[in-house]
């Protein structure tokens, strides 16, 4: 025995949302039943358009308002997080710690499979990491002085991806430009290119550090790569020639 469907009045109230009349019907995309909706004013003044049944069912209470509210108060007491934004200092303290602790990250092979590890007062809550580091600067981010050191006070700074790049020691890759021996970002910033892209470059089409900046050299900031097998050629005559 099927019961009739008793329409939701005007005057009606569910939380915050009072009735104020009927709206146009949706159609469910899957089987083209019609979804019947209302037209809601909400305490704090504002309108919207809600599913009957969501009102019933109490899954809709405000037009967008309390959950506003309740984002706000969830930040806790740093105020660097809600449910769906992070703060870049936050999410620089979530991404220490997952290079040391998850092996699922591609990080983890520099990190934690090295034996990189995070203290215990920085592992034990985010507002430690924040009063000891305080927030991040632009432009910069989360390095270890000692590059072979934990994450730890006293060996931490926010630093510049150029400062990083030097401070990697037997991990950072040297080149050579008109006959003198550069790192990488020294060598883009002589090159006038971005300090990523000789290594994105070289990385995804499979050249060595030499060949992808001695194609900068000669074609300039913005050359694409034409394919795997121009950029080796140039890269090798290029090496011949001692650009």
């Known amino acids: ?56 069912c109490g899954n809709t209470k405000s037009c967008g308002c309390l959950a506003r509210e309740q984002g706000s108060q969830w930040k806790g007491t740093h105020g660097h997080r809600s449910r769906t934004q ?80 030097r401070n990697r020691g037997s991990f950072n890759r040297r080149v050579v430009i008109k006959g003198i021996n550069l790192t990488v970002a020294e060598a883009s910033r002589e090159l006038g290119i971005s300090g990523s892209c000789i290594g994105n470059r070289a990385k995804r089409l499979g050249v060595s550090y030499q060949e992808a900046t001695n194609f900068y050299a000669v074609n300039g900031p913005g050359a694409p790569w034409r394919n795997k097998r121009a950029a080796r050629e140039q890269g090798s005559a290029l090496n011949r020639t001692g650009v």
């Open 86 to 165: 992070y703060s870049r200092t936050y999410n620089c303290w979530s991404g220490m710690k997952q290079r040391c602790y998850n092996p699922k990250t591609k990080e983890f092979r520099l990190y934690g499979a090295r034996g990189i590890t995070v203290c215990e007062r920085w592992m034990a809550s985010f507002e430690n990491f924040l009063a000891d580091m305080g927030e991040v600067p632009a432009g910069l981010s989360l390095d270890r002085i000692r590059s072979e050191g934990n994450y730890e006070p006293g060996n931490c700074r926010w630093a510049d991806w150029d400062t990083q790049e």
């Open 1 to 56: 025995m099927s019961t009739a469907r008793r329409p939701i009045q005007p005057g009606e109230v569910f939380e915050r949302l009072t009735v104020i009349g009927q709206a146009d019907p949706k159609l469910r995309k899957k089987n083209g039943h019609k979804i019947y909706c209302v037209s809601c004013r909400c305490s704090c003044g504002g309108e919207t358009v809600v599913e009957e049944n969501k009102l019933r």
